[in-house]
């Protein structure tokens, strides 16, 4: 969850008035901020597996250094994901959706 600002006009008087052609309308001058927790469009978590073919790149001379290991948190797009039903709470995802990998603190 990430908290959000929402801003809302706020009604001094609610009475409609007439402008310059005729239209009655209410007029909206303030504007209240309110803060909101919404789901955030990222997602964080450990990598559990990762497939056979880029295991077989890690080794390979043309690309000598592949980022992404067993046991990495990363950060990944929360709508391209997809729930992967034989291990609870897992999801499988798309290399080209992680956005970073997070560095271990020292």
């Given at each position: 969850m ?30 209240q901020t309110?803060?909101k927790?919404?789901?955030?469009d ?6 559990l ?6 295991t ?14 067993i046991g ?12 992967f ?22």
């Amino acid at each position: 969850m990430v908290k959000k600002e929402f801003d809302k006009p706020v009604v001094k008087d609610n009475t409609p008035k007439k402008d310059e052609n005729g239209v009655e309308a209410v007029d909206f001058d303030e504007v209240q901020t309110e803060v909101k927790e919404v789901e955030s469009d990222y997602r964080r978590g450990v990598v559990l597996k990762v497939p056979f073919e880029y295991t077989q790149q890690i080794n390979s001379d043309t690309f000598p250094s592949m980022p992404i290991k067993i046991g990495d948190v990363i950060i990944y797009r929360a709508k391209s994901a997809m729930w992967f039903d034989i291990l609870k709470d897992t999801q499988l995802i798309n290399h080209f959706d992680i956005m970073s990998v997070e560095t271990p603190k020292a």
